[in-house]
């Protein structure tokens, strides 16, 4: 039975689809001002596991991934940039699709836009104006009365004295609480706005999703998910506006990915740490970047590091080496392997366990390739169809073998080197050996010498 580790509970709870067969999952996307970073792809990446592991599980998934294509950011970015905001989204939407393509990421089943749903956010606005959850300020903007909802802060499992010392929001003499949130802005000169009965405006973020979802997936769904950084206010915002609405309970479960880290440090742009896919692949192969981001377990933080990323290049070369030159099966056995499988990602989606269960297989090809070339080629088969559960080993074993031993990160190799020296002279034996052992497959020669150790490519 699959269970998933419910923010809102915080317990891993044994997974119960509102109707039976189905699920409904929604993914807060990206605001499309700039380029895809590697925060929204390990998102991305995560969830189209989910959905990929799901759909093998014969469930019928209805995927929903939002765009936001208007935001005070997109405003400010567009008039910087000296274009229309429709020029800008589009392009960086048509960038984005790219990035998702380049690094196997599934298309969603609907993948709504903001602009696309005034209608239902304008409706729901005047609902909750109705209910007494929302007012108008003195500025013309309507904002949502976090007071009048009484388990506001269960998502972040805060008290509202605890969320208003912790807020990090601008103060506003129109709002009635430090925490109430704009739900319709009006529109200065100049900016995009649409005709509302409180004036011509725009709406805030967090309404955005909870109109897309209650539209693409009914008032009340099983799975909700995004980064770690949306659950406070973005999410708690979307619960508050949305069971207001309808009252009805929102969404059964919540889940979150960790953030990337740089040097342990969360990756944003105030640090200048910031790096977006688009840089990522001019320098990394796009299935290096998926296995990387999906090797540690989603609610970990994953340090993105060179290191890291040639690891993730050892551990693919390890696996399409083990591929290499096997017959091609259409079928083959389900086995223990597949078994244990199913049983790692049905622990909360444990992705690293899998690809333990993966490493086992390949090893288990290796050892009887040449004793029984059949044997081989069906575990190489289910290989593949267990990496494609998790967006991998679909390429070509001989093609990726080939660019493996062109592309070499010098700077990778001498760290881990040094790494090897470091453990030479602690006399941790085994671990230089592991290391010597992991740069030949990598297709590294070391050389120990008088004057320190070298390393060549491996011309065979």
């Not at 599980?57 to 294509?69: C, G, L």
């Not at 340090?303 to 040639?310: A, G």
């Amino acid at each position: 039975m699959l269970h998933i580790y419910n923010t809102l509970t915080q317990k891993k709870e044994v997974f119960k689809p509102i109707q039976a067969g189905k699920v409904g999952i929604y993914l807060c996307g990206m605001t499309v001002y700039d380029h895809m970073h590697i925060g929204h792809a390990r998102c991305s990446i995560i969830f189209d596991v989910v959905v990929r592991f799901l759909r093998m599980q014969s469930y019928d998934v209805n995927y929903v991934r939002n765009i936001t294509d208007v935001d005070d950011k997109i405003i400010k970015r567009a008039q910087e940039n000296n274009e229309t905001i429709t020029a800008l989204t589009e392009r960086v939407i048509a960038a984005m699709n790219q990035d998702m393509t380049a690094l196997n990421i599934l298309p969603p089943s609907i993948e709504p836009r903001a602009t696309q749903h005034i209608d239902p956010i304008v409706a729901m606005i005047k609902t909750l104006l109705e209910k007494k959850y929302a007012y108008i300020a003195n500025n013309g903007d309507v904002y949502y009365a976090v007071n009048q909802f009484k388990s506001y802060g269960q998502l972040a499992h805060q008290e509202l004295e605890q969320l208003r010392a912790g807020a990090r929001v601008a103060v506003n003499d129109n709002k009635h609480e430090l925490l109430d949130f704009v739900l319709w802005k009006l529109a200065k000169p100049g900016e995009p706005s649409w005709e509302s009965p409180w004036g011509a405006g725009r709406p805030g973020w967090h309404i955005e999703c909870s109109a897309m979802s209650l539209d693409c997936l009914g008032s009340h769904f099983d799975i909700h998910g995004g980064g770690h950084d949306l659950i406070f206010p973005h999410h708690q915002n979307e619960i508050a506006q949305s069971e207001a609405t309808t009252g009805e309970k929102f969404v059964n479960t919540w889940m979150h990915i960790g953030f990337v880290q740089v040097d342990k440090e969360k990756m944003s742009k105030s640090l200048g740490n910031f790096s977006t896919v688009k840089d990522i692949l001019a320098e990394y192969p796009p299935e290096i970047v998926r296995y990387f981001l999906i090797a540690s377990h989603y609610r970990s933080p994953v340090n993105y590091s060179k290191e890291n990323l040639l690891s993730a290049h050892h551990a693919l070369t390890r696996f399409y080496t083990a591929l290499r030159d096997l017959p091609v099966v259409a079928e083959f056995v389900e086995n223990n392997y597949q078994t244990r499988f199913i049983e790692a990602m049905n622990d909360d989606f444990n992705t690293p366990e899998a690809l333990a269960v993966l490493f086992d297989l390949a090893r288990e090809i290796n050892r009887v390739r040449s004793e029984d070339t059949d044997l081989a080629g069906q575990l190489g088969a289910q290989l593949r169809y267990l990496g494609n559960i998790l967006g991998l080993l679909q390429q070509n074993p001989a093609e990726f073998l080939q660019a493996a031993t062109e592309e070499v990160d010098t700077a990778a190799i001498e760290n881990l080197i040094q790494a090897r020296n470091e453990a030479r002279q602690a006399k941790n034996w085994k671990g230089a050996d592991l290391i010597r052992d992991q740069l030949l497959e990598m297709g590294i020669i070391l050389e120990d010498g008088a004057a320190g150790t070298t390393w060549r490519k491996n011309s065979c």
